[in-house]
């Protein structure tokens, strides 16, 4: 088993079968079936099934994946080390929508332009989701909100948000969990840090947020607090980016539930050349804003 073998195992698995996997890695179908029959034989056990002209994992090859992604990053970094340090590679990271479409398009511009040899690879989804990406590896660091004592993570601050209650437009005024204990609430699936916010908010009036619609983009929450469908908390800057911010009401919340920090975690001990560099601007960033 040598690394060339695990490329190949990880190539057919990011493409989703053989054929592709040989045009990714400019090879003819028959070496890349060798190859991994090769490693198949070398572990003494089946990494893929067929299931209806699908190729999928084994329960074997999924426990190997998770080795082979580690691996492989650790090959990269040794690599990028000897030749000159400086960030090449895939960085994985993950976001928060609200993160992604408000704060982090200059941060990767910026990024871009000083690494263009780094391939960011973005993904979105909800904090607790985003915890557990990095945790397991699958991502090297996200922007959260909530990373929880003793997690295993590292974290540096990275931007301050205001969450503001968001309603019709002729929704009455809200000052408080009782003017609002009537609203369905609209929210991203649980796991979501905002929505765990907003339900504390209801829980210090000593109510509970009984209807609750999820959704899976701020685009469609904003659009359906706009046309009647409920309340939502969500960060004041990304009423500035999606389309319909205009067309509902905002309502100023508590400060102890309106005032939060997004972070950018890590895997304690575990950072790239790649990784550094992100980090690296977003303290430098942080510290623009702070002193403009």
Known sequence: MDFSSLRFFKAVVDEGGISRAAKKLHRVQSNVTTRIKQLEASLGTKLFVREKQRLLLSPAGELFLGYVEQLLQISEQARAAIVDGAPRGTLRIGTLESTAASRLPPVLSRYHERYPEVRVDLATGTNDALIEAVLSRKLEGAFVVEAGAGSGLDAIPAFDEELVLVAPRAHARIRGPRDARTDTILSFPAGCAYRRRLQGWFAAGGLVAERIMELSSYHAIVACVASGTGIALVP??????????????????????AKLTTCFVWRKGETSFALTALRDDVVQLRKSRRGA
Not at 236 to 257: D, F, M
């Open 236 to 257: 004041r800057s990304v009423l500035e980016t999606v389309r319909g911010g205009e067309s509902v009401s905002v309502h100023p919340i508590g400060a102890r539930q």
